[in-house]
């Protein structure tokens, strides 16, 4: 079974502060994880993937996320944050045998301040 | 650029109705999914497809159907509606991901919010 938990609802951050938007996963084999980011009234898009390799990986609108095997954890970051950033984010992840579909967390909204 | 669409935006259903709600996709890909999107949830699977006429059951299966007669479309039915169907479905669609695209990200479509009275 694979698993997915954001453990903040909420994260408040002022604008041009460094945010972070906490996952950790659960994976029988190796972990594909995957960042998504919903604006209202939209479906989601994507913003960043883990297959392998460098633990840092870097995505669109400047966000990346460092996977931590140890702490099985896919933690999102941007240096400083946008208005424009506010958004809900999904963690997501699958594992690299048998079933093809993501499975996603409950979610974080960004809210950042002016 | 790829696009995925979902025929409708807003929909308001009646308890015991059957409800169809469609999806196309215009990239060839080969597997379409379901989601439904709950506050405090997240995305619940409901039903994948990876070929057509193929279908896979999902996390949340109960009350749903699908068909996937063709490669682009991928359509979802509630049997009879009921009022704890009230959410919003996303469908989504993406490469294979057992040849090789193993990396591929689902792209979304805008989702139909149901409302089941």
């Known amino acids: 079974a694979q698993s997915v938990a954001q453990p903040e609802d909420q994260v408040n951050v002022a604008e041009g502060n460094p945010l972070t938007v906490k996952c950790t996963y659960s994976?029988?084999?190796?972990?594909?994880l995957f960042w998504y980011v919903q604006y209202p009234n939209r479906g989601l898009q994507f913003l960043l993937k883990?297959?392998?390799?460098?633990?840092l990986v870097k995505g669109s609108y400047g966000f990346e996320a460092e996977f931590n095997k140890s702490q099985t954890s896919f933690h999102l970051k941007k240096p400083s944050a946008l208005v424009s950033d506010s958004a809900l984010y999904f963690c997501?992840?699958?594992?690299?045998?048998?079933?093809?579909?993501?499975?996603f967390g409950s979610g974080t909204r960004l809210q950042v301040q002016p | 650029d790829v696009k995925v669409t979902q025929s409708s935006r807003y929909l308001v259903k009646r308890t015991g109705e059957k409800v169809f709600l469609e999806c196309v996709q215009d990239?060839?890909?080969?597997?379409m999914f379901w989601y439904r999107q709950d506050p405090g949830l997240g995305l619940r699977l409901i039903y994948f497809s990876y070929d057509v006429k193929m279908k896979e059951k999902g996390d949340i299966p109960e009350g749903y159907s699908v068909s996937r007669e063709k490669k682009e479309r991928f359509s979802l039915i509630l049997e009879s509606a009921s009022t704890n169907q009230t959410s919003m479905y996303l469908c989504?669609?993406?490469?294979?991901?057992?040849?090789?695209?193993?990396?591929?990200?689902?792209?979304f479509g805008n989702g139909t919010r149901l409302t089941v009275t």
């Open positions: 883990y297959i392998t390799g460098d633990n």
């Open positions: 990239m060839d890909h080969e597997n």
């Open positions: 989504a669609s993406s490469l294979d991901l057992m040849q090789g695209a193993a990396n591929s990200p689902l792209h």
């Open positions: 994976v029988s084999g190796n972990p594909y």
């Open positions: 997501a992840v699958r594992d690299n045998t048998g079933r093809r579909a993501l499975t």
